[in-house]
């Protein structure tokens, strides 16, 4: 029942990534009020990371009080496996947290709300909703940033699995290859990351790159390397959505995150690859997402939106048509 709430509702989003946070005070049709970013200080531990969360929370409602706005609930999503059924941050390699009552955590430091989800699963239902993948069913959502992850949505629905289902990203592509932070060696995220691809680069010709960015500069320039370092990421992605392809026969595969920036660079070869490998598989269109970063801000501002519905006294959640502005 939308004219429940006025002009003067709204929602705190926030994507937690493993370099760096976006969060978004959002209204009900997830237009962002006021938007914030901040460092995600990993490297000092989970337990400043909480704080910081915390922090980034506390601020946005600030932010709120001051522009006469009422927060009616916090959506944060995060990395890694996330029980969204007991709002618990299981697991991130990346992060650093086991078993986490993240929810409890942040509600105890800031007296807001807080509904836990996972970071891409997030990106995906906003993707499905509001983006790219609006009016598919069988989508699958990968985002290719610090680490791979996918969200898998079927006949509509998003599979949660436990927090389990969509870890693309630690399928073994490379048997024997390099160790991941999972502990098992060669698995995507070992050569497909925008890190792994910089890290090979160096490691080969040794020149000092700062990321995925600069090596698609350099194949605009005709550097073999580079142009070897490119063909084994999107083979090997190619590989992994092959796999998952022939298991979930998605119609749409959207590709998100900060390798997606490269456009064209990543989908033709990826889109290429898997025509070669498919026989019988139902072939999936492969798109760019359409919310570029803001997936998982809009998504977290979904999530929280969802929550308020679903509150007793208030109707059962209903799908967002929303007029999405850039974040």
Known sequence: MRDRFGPGECVVGLDVGGT??????????????????????????PDVVVSEIAAALTSLAKEAADQDLT??????????????????????????????????????????????????????????EL????????????AIGTGVSAAVICDGRPV?????????????????????VCGVQGCLETVATASAIASSYTARTGRTVKGASDVTTLLG???????????????????????????????????????AEAGDLLLEPVRTRLEERFTFQRRPGVVRAALGDAAGCLGAGLYAWRAVYDAPGTQPAESVEATVCPL
């Open 20 to 45: 760096g946070m976006k969060g978004a005070l959002l209204d009900r049709d997830l237009r962002p009020l006021f938007v914030a970013r901040r460092p995600t200080p990993r490297g000092d531990g």
């Open 71 to 128: 927060v009616r609930g916090a959506g944060v999503v995060v990395p890694g496996i996330v029980d969204e059924d007991t709002a618990r941050a299981v697991w991130s390699g990346n992060i650093g947290w086991r078993d986490l009552p993240l929810a409890e955590l942040l509600e105890s430091d800031t007296g807001l709300a807080v509904t836990l989800g996972h970071d891409v699963r997030a990106g995906g239902c906003a993707e499905s």
């Open 131 to 142: 983006g790219a993948a609006r009016g598919a069913k069988d989508v699958l959502f990968v």
């Open 160 to 180: 949660v699995a436990g927090g389990f289902a969509g870890e693309l990203g630690h399928l073994v592509v490379e048997p024997g290859g390099s160790l991941c």
């Open 221 to 259: 320039e005709g550097d073999a390397e580079a142009q070897r370092i490119w063909d084994r990421a999107t083979d090997a992605l190619a590989t992994s959505l092959v796999m998952a392809t022939t298991l979930l026969g998605p119609e749409l595969i959207v590709l998100g995150g900060g390798l």
